[in-house]
Structure formats: structure tokens, C-alpha cells
């Protein structure tokens, strides 16, 4: 079965610029993956991010962008708030379903 | 606003069957093209999906869960279900139901539930 990967864990300064990515365990993450992302915090249920590779979902700041770098899906966050401090899952449609990513724990200190 | 709404019994013995529901409201479940889908996670883990269902009934499972899950809808009651049979302990977990977008170009969950935990114990 296919695996979708992603950084176990990641930092970012506040203000600062992260990019978490979310490639596969064989081949590369192109648009027709249809892309996703989402945010979660402890206790919560998931919040949608960006679809489509690069779509923000409605009332997300503009802080936080999607992308595709290389052979990778990527969510780029500019200038890091300490709330932005959550788990980040990427998600890849593969046709008959969909795969999500393991997650990344990204931490603002 | 469309809402979703998990609900089911919080506690479940092993080898029985979970069941589960997901009520839908702010907007009929058979309108637009929409799929349904479960998702799950146990604690301290990450994401899991485990299936969708189109109203039309036509269903996708995980492969790791085909053959224990069966997903259902219930256009009169604006309802889908989730049933897991063989339960074990590897089941425990936060089960979310959400929302499909799709069309041509995307494909995401649009909307979740807040999640119900389902815990297998005898």
C-alpha cells in the first residue's frame, strides 16, 4: 500500500518561515493527487487548511500557502504564530480513496 | 452550515461489531456531489481513513479494513453509518465523520464532525 510521508516533527521560530512537506514512498506528488492539508490541535477535530495543492479553505489566513517543490505537496507557513503551534496531516487522493500522511507535530518557540 | 454529528455506543466489547452514526444537518445529505467518508485515530497517533460512501450507495474502503467495515446511508434520515466488525483493542480511537468535496480539480474534506470516542474493552 502506498505511504504518504511526512516529518515526524518540525520548529519554527515565531515569525519565522516553515515548509512541511508530504511526498510518497514511491514516485512524486504531482497536482493530480489533489493535495490536501489540515491543522489539529490537542482535543480537536481537524481543521481544512488548503485543498486542491494551493486553495485556501475558507477564513484561512494568508499566512499559510500550499505548493508543489520538487516531487513533494508542501505547506508553507509565513510568519509563524505561537497558535499555529498544532499537527499538521497532509492528505492524497488516489482514486478509489484517500491516504493521509502521518503527520507533523511543528512547534513555535 | 452544513454540521456532522458522531454518534454511537462509547464503549465496545472485543470481537463485536462497532456502529456508528453520523447525523447531517444545514443541508440535505443527497444534495450536490458529495461523498461521505469515516475517519479514525487512536490516541496519540495520527489519521486514519477508512472509507466513503456516495448517496448513490457505492462505497471505497481502506484496504487494511475492507473486510471487516461496511458504510451505509440513510438518505430519509440524513444519516450515513459506519460498522467495524472483529473489534480489538487496535480499534480504540477517535472516530470523525466528514464531508467529501469533490469535482473536477479537488477533492478534500470540507467538514468534519467534533468525533466520538470509541473504546474497545471488555
Known amino acids: 500500500q502506498t ?3 511526512q516529518e515526524p516533527s518540525f520548529s519554527v521560530s515565531p515569525g519565522g518561515t516553515v515548509t512541511l512537506t508530504c511526498g510518497l514512498s514511491s514516485g512524486s506528488v504531482s497536482t493530480s493527487y489533489y493535495p490536501s492539508w489540515y491543522q489539529q490541535t490537542p ?13 485556501r479553505s475558507s477564513g484561512v489566513p ?19 504564530q505561537a497558535d499555529d503551534e498544532s499537527d499538521y496531516y497532509c492528505v492524497l487522493y488516489m482514486g478509489s480513496g484517500m491516504v493521509f500522511g502521518g503527520g507533523t507535530k511543528l512547534t513555535v518557540l | 452550515q452544513v454540521q456532522l454529528q458522531e454518534s454511537g455506543p462509547g464503549l465496545v466489547k472485543p470481537s463485536q461489531t462497532l456502529s456508528l452514526t ?8 443527497s444534495s450536490g456531489s458529495y461523498y461521505w467518508s469515516w475517519i479514525r485515530q487512536p490516541a496519540g497517533k495520527g489519521l486514519e481513513w477508512i472509507g466513503r460512501i456516495y448517496t448513490s450507495g457505492s462505497t471505497n ?3 487494511s479494513l475492507k473486510s471487516r467495515v461496511t458504510i ?12 467495524l466488525s472483529s473489534v480489538t483493542a487496535a480499534d480504540t480511537a477517535v472516530y470523525y ?8 480539480g479537488w477533492y478534500y474534506f470540507d467538514y468534519w464532525g467534533q468525533g466520538t470516542l470509541v473504546t474497545v474493552s471488555s
Do not use: E, M, W
Request: proline fraction near 3%.
Open chain 1, 3 to 5: 505511504v504518504v510521508t
Open chain 2, 97 to 104: 465523520c466528514a464531508r467529501v468535496d469533490h469535482g473536477s
Open chain 2, 22 to 29: 453520523c447525523t447531517v444537518s444545514g443541508g440535505s445529505i
Open chain 2, 72 to 83: 451505509s446511508v440513510d438518505t430519509s434520515k440524513n444519516q450515513f453509518s459506519l460498522k
Open chain 1, 62 to 80: 494568508d499566512r499559510f500557502s500550499g505548493s508543489i517543490l520538487g516531487n513533494k505537496a508542501a505547506l508553507t507557513i509565513t510568519g509563524a
Open chain 1, 43 to 55: 482535543g480537536q477535530a481537524p481543521r481544512t487548511l488548503i485543498y486542491s495543492t494551493n486553495t
Open chain 2, 61 to 63: 474502503y481502506n484496504p
